[in-house]
């Protein structure tokens, strides 16, 4: 007999906000479950409405915790470039500017913002910031007190940051005192935020992909908890791709240098220039980032030079970890591994797909799957690798010639990732997301033509329904937020937004 999840998906929503559907109704089943045992669904409902610990046990399950220091740099450089110095020009001397780090997961966000600052201000740090972080998870937030973080962590950082705030002990990185206590955690519900009354408000929240797990009625219920937390010039920043989805109307919404973000009173007519923060570039979609020039995190120092792409064989033409369900005495099927991957639950992912690699070694879907977890792990080559094989047996793989084509703009190859994404874009014309990425590629080479073109022809794909072509790995791009880009990239009077941001 299946499980009806409608009253524990009540109850969830209720409590904390989390809503879930999709994959994530399948991981609320699972985890459910896994909790219950052999428990009648009714008596463990009546024992979770009444039982808190066990409640929090289950949403520990339920929340994706999939982050990395400096995820989406560029935000870090809005911070110490502009949102900071803008503050600092309106606080008293001695007035520390206060920094809150909503959903802040097992810590790697709060520390980055610290290390960013460090970086800018040095010593003063301390005396001129309070970073605070938060996250309903316990579990998590007993992690990120501890500041041990694993090779997976940095796999956007370079070995001068590590070498300034990490030592190593026992095959982890360790965080520096400093930086460590430069953050103060608490568990923290979004919903039911409580802190303590006599807490100074807040001039900047950071609450990056974290929205995802709420409809637009807890969104706006979440802004408006923040909204009373902040500072009355204060800054609220959003993870790149959820941006628009949380233009709700409690906060003003600001474009920077092709960087969004949104404040509490109406932004300044004349922004803050900031030459260090590079003109926008549409990102991998993996990290969801709509709006950037390089690959979604810090940039890795000493990367290997890069090679001459991979001629395509024969062509004519060019999201809080859960251990998988998946028992390991039967072999995994695609669509689970699918799912991970979809999920960003690469660590989850990577084994099942070996797992049907290794029984079916030339299955391009898996062949697909493990290169796009490579290429998210900033394994570049083996990416690279891995989609010229499966060009070798499919020479007509769109998704193929989308991965190589990301791969290398991550690694900063413009006109081998030019040359990939034409090839996918002629081969399957109404792949909109290659003819995104091309835009932005061309953007930023200074040729403003062809971007211009590129755009009208994604807002003309956009205007039906087109199919990308791309099958087996995520798109990861949400066609009204790339409509809207397009539009305002074009000076035309953007589409409304729906409300759901999709």
Same mark, same amino acid.
């Given at each position: ?130 970073? %605070? ?23 956007? %950082? ?13 095959? +982890? ?5 400093? %930086? ?35 409809? %637009? ?68 979609? +993996? ?13 890795l120092h000493g990367e290997p030079a890069a090679k001459t792409h991979r001629p395509v064989p024969g062509a004519a033409v060019p999201t809080l970890s859960l251990v998988s369900p998946v028992a390991p005495a039967r072999l995994p099927t695609l669509e689970e591994a699918r799912a991970l991957v979809h999920d960003e639950r690469y660590d989850d992912a990577s084994p099942l797909v070996q797992k049907l690699l290794s029984a079916q070694p030339h299955n391009n879907d898996a062949r ?65 997301? +290659? ?13 403003? +033509? ?53």
């Open positions: 007999m299946s499980l009806d999840l409608a009253p524990f998906k009540r109850l969830i929503r209720q409590r904390c906000g989390l809503v879930f559907e999709g994959v994530g109704e399948r991981r609320l089943a699972t985890v459910l479950s896994e909790r219950m045992g052999s428990s009648d669904a009714q008596h463990y409902l009546v024992q979770l409405e009444a039982d808190t610990d066990e409640f929090g046990k289950v949403v520990n399950q339920l929340t994706i915790n999939e982050t990395y220091f400096f995820r989406e740099m560029e935000q870090f450089d809005l911070l110490t470039d502009v949102l900071v110095p803008r503050l600092m020009s309106r606080r008293p001397p001695g007035v520390p500017i206060r920094i809150l780090s909503a959903g802040c997961s097992s810590g790697e966000e709060p520390y980055s913002i610290a290390m960013a600052l460090f970086d800018r201000f040095g010593e003063n740090t301390l005396q001129r910031f309070k970073i %605070v972080a938060g996250d309903i998870d316990s579990t998590v937030i007993a992690r990120a007190r501890e500041a041990r973080y694993s090779e997976f962590s940095f796999r956007s %950082v370079g070995q001068g940051l590590r070498s300034r705030y990490f030592r190593v002990e026992h095959n +982890a990185h360790v965080l520096t005192d400093a %930086v460590r206590n430069a953050v103060e955690f608490h568990e923290l519900n979004l919903l039911h935020p409580a802190f303590a009354p006599t807490m100074p408000a807040f001039d900047i929240v950071f609450m990056r992909n974290v929205s995802i797990y709420f409809d %637009v009625p807890i969104r706006l219920e979440i802004q408006r908890n923040l909204a009373a937390m902040m500072s009355g010039d204060g800054y609220l920043v959003t993870g790149m791709t959820e941006t628009l989805a949380n233009d709700l109307g409690v906060f003003s919404l600001v474009e920077d240098g092709g960087l969004y973000y949104f404040c509490r009173q109406a932004p300044q007519p004349a922004p803050m220039s900031r030459a260090s923060i590079r003109s926008a570039t549409p990102d991998h979609p +993996a990290h969801r980032a709509l709006t950037k020039s390089q690959p979604p995190s810090h940039r697909l799957l493990q290169a796009y977890i490579h290429l998210n792990r900033r394994n570049f080559e083996l990416a690279l690798d891995g989609c010229s094989d499966v060009l070798a047996a499919d020479a007509w793989s769109v998704d193929a010639l989308f991965v190589m084509g990301l791969a290398e703009k991550w690694r900063e190859q413009s006109a081998a990732a030019i040359a990939w994404f034409k090839k996918a874009a002629y081969l399957h014309q109404q792949c909109w997301p +290659a003819h995104f990425y091309l835009a932005g590629l061309y953007s930023a080479q200074g040729d403003h +033509a062809a971007a211009g073109r590129a755009h009208r022809v994604v807002l003309r794909l956009l205007a039906g329904v087109p199919d990308p072509g791309i099958r087996v790995v995520p798109v990861g791009l949400r066609p009204a937020e790339v409509r809207f880009l397009c539009e305002r990239r074009l000076n035309v009077v953007p589409t409304p937004m729906p409300m759901g941001g999709s």
